[in-house]
């Protein structure tokens, strides 16, 4: 990888975007890499986490300006081929059956906030600014949309797609777009407690609960939906893992997905 550091221990997998020189904008090329890493950590036993991270100041500030200079004379159809590689990436990360958690340390611009809403949970450091840019070039933040309007809410999305206003990580957590505001100080230590909490989990448990919230969020409470849940529960419960976690619960000794010492 050219662009993306990897490193994996103990369970959890970092990737880490490597452009500080361009602030970790991404191109098409950051767009492959990073859709072909998250596939592959996806599909790895050993990994049961996956953190997001950034070198230098900023996290992500969206689209590298030598690619848009690019896309400028795209015809319309390289435009779609174009979006839809930057939309399967997001939906990789997003779909991941591995938890995901965006460490934000610096500014997250425009796509960049795709990659923060993609991931399951967000920390942030208190520094960080944030800012859906798109209408000052005449452009919408569309192929990020479903992710970003997710995470924060339509209504925030209303304010912040309409002005592209700056706003700062106090209220990114008020708007829910992100999880936890700490001090630079801070950030390494709650982002491993959340991973080692992950880790600690159920590895089917996790990945099954990730796809429920999926599935349930914002849908109608329709039978379908209700059956669709009860049979998630009874299947589960019936699981080597989850007979393993209530007996070792009821039995007062670690389930056996962690090291006995």
Request: hydrophobic share 45%.
């Amino acid at each position: 990888m050219n662009h993306l550091q990897l490193a994996c221990d103990g369970g959890v997998a970092t990737v880490t975007l490597n452009r500080p020189d361009v602030r970790n904008a991404f191109n098409d090329e950051v767009i492959a890499e990073m859709t072909a890493c998250f596939q592959d950590l996806g599909a790895r036993d050993d990994v049961r986490c996956i953190l997001l991270a950034a070198n230098g100041t900023a996290f992500c500030a969206g689209a590298d300006l030598n690619w848009m200079k690019r896309m400028a004379t795209y015809s319309r159809e390289e435009n779609l081929a174009d979006a839809g590689a930057l939309a399967e990436m997001l939906r990789v990360i997003y779909a991941c059956p591995k938890p995901t958690i965006a460490r934000v340390q610096g500014d997250v611009y425009a796509g960049g906030t795709g990659l923060v809403a993609a991931c399951d949970m967000a920390v942030s450091v208190d520094t960080a600014g944030y800012c859906l840019s798109e209408v000052k070039l005449g452009l919408i933040p569309a192929t990020i949309s479903p992710y970003v309007i997710r995470a924060m809410g339509a209504r925030a999305s209303h304010r912040y797609f309409l002005t592209a206003e700056r706003f700062s990580a106090a209220e990114a957590l008020r708007i829910g777009f992100v999880h936890e505001v700490v001090s630079a100080a801070e950030l390494d230590g709650k982002v491993a407690e959340l991973a080692k909490t992950l880790v600690n989990a159920g590895p089917q448990a996790v990945r099954l609960c990730k796809k429920l919230v999926q599935d349930v969020a914002e849908q109608a409470i329709t039978p379908a939906l209700v059956q669709m849940t009860v049979e998630g529960i009874a299947d589960i419960r019936v699981s080597p893992e989850g007979r393993e976690g209530v007996q070792s619960f009821l039995q007062k000794r670690k389930p056996n997905w962690l090291p006995s010492a």
